[in-house]
């Protein structure tokens, strides 16, 4: 089973951004979808964004426009670049296949004040 380990969240004021990156103990070449969630304290974990074998990416619909997701394969990463953050984009981020098969991680907790 892979493992996955997420990072690169912090603390940042609005407008700022944020690139978060998840990495895997193994291949994520056989995941054709891998994408990022998140969750915010006593809600339901939500998509975020999609990146797919071949380059096609799709996102949630409050983030499109602010956020690129991307993948490495080489590397058994996949990033997240936030732009231009809102308060509302503050939560715990995680990677995972699409839709989730894996172990979830640890998360990456973003923080986004006003």
């Known amino acids: 089973q892979v493992q996955l380990v997420e990072s690169g969240g912090g603390l940042v004021q609005a407008g700022g951004s944020l690139r978060l990156s998840c990495a895997a103990s193994?291949?994520?070449?056989?995941?054709?979808?891998m994408g990022w969630y998140r969750q915010v304290l006593g809600k339901q974990r939500e998509w975020v964004a999609t990146?797919?074998?071949?380059?096609?990416?799709t996102y949630t619909a409050s983030v499109k426009g602010r956020f690129t997701i991307s993948r490495d394969n080489a590397k058994n990463t996949v990033y997240l670049q936030m732009s231009r953050l809102e308060p509302v984009d503050t939560g715990v981020y995680y990677c995972?296949?699409?839709?989730?098969?894996?172990?979830w991680g640890p998360g990456t907790q973003v923080t986004v004040s006003s």
């Open positions: 990146t797919v074998n071949g380059g096609s990416t």
């Open positions: 995972n296949t699409v839709p989730p098969s894996w172990n």
């Open positions: 193994g291949s994520i070449i056989s995941a054709n979808r």
